[in-house]
């Protein structure tokens, strides 16, 4: 019987190759445990600001009535860090033809003193708050 040596005798993964799938999967699972929430955040902070500019525009309410509405909002929802003034500014502050430009940024901690900043940009305006 002839015998096989090197490469053409192995099966399987080796304690390596096994090693670092598991450190890929525990990096991967990190990335999503910091990116997803604030890629949550984001969705209801964009539909928060649809709807009240939506209210607005239809009530006729002013830029200010506006940020003071979204301002009880976000603390009705118990997000008491964010402020309405810093996420947004107006394009368009005529009454009832409000429209605004999203910009914010959030800092989640990946690895000691790895961050991940996760950046949201987007306007608000009346077609899209319909």
């Not at 445990?33 to 709807?51: C, E, F, H, M, N």
């Not at 006729?60 to 603390?75: C, G, H, I």
């Not at 947004?88 to 990946?110: P, S």
């Amino acid at each position: 019987m002839q015998q096989l040596s090197g490469l053409a005798t192995q099966r399987g993964a080796s304690v390596t190759n096994i090693v670092l799938i598991i450190m890929m999967l525990g990096i991967a699972v990190k990335l999503m445990v910091a990116i997803v929430p604030a890629q949550i955040g984001d969705y209801q902070l964009t539909k928060l600001l649809s709807a009240e500019l939506k209210v607005a525009n239809d009530n006729n309410e002013t830029a200010k009535q506006f940020v003071e509405r979204v301002n009880k909002q976000l603390s009705i929802n118990a997000d008491y860090d964010t402020n309405a003034e810093d996420v947004f500014t107006f394009t368009n502050k005529k009454t009832g033809q409000l429209a605004i430009h999203k910009e914010y940024a959030v800092t989640n901690t990946f690895f000691s003193n790895v961050d991940i900043v996760n950046r949201f940009e987007g306007d608000v305006d009346m077609v899209t708050a319909e």
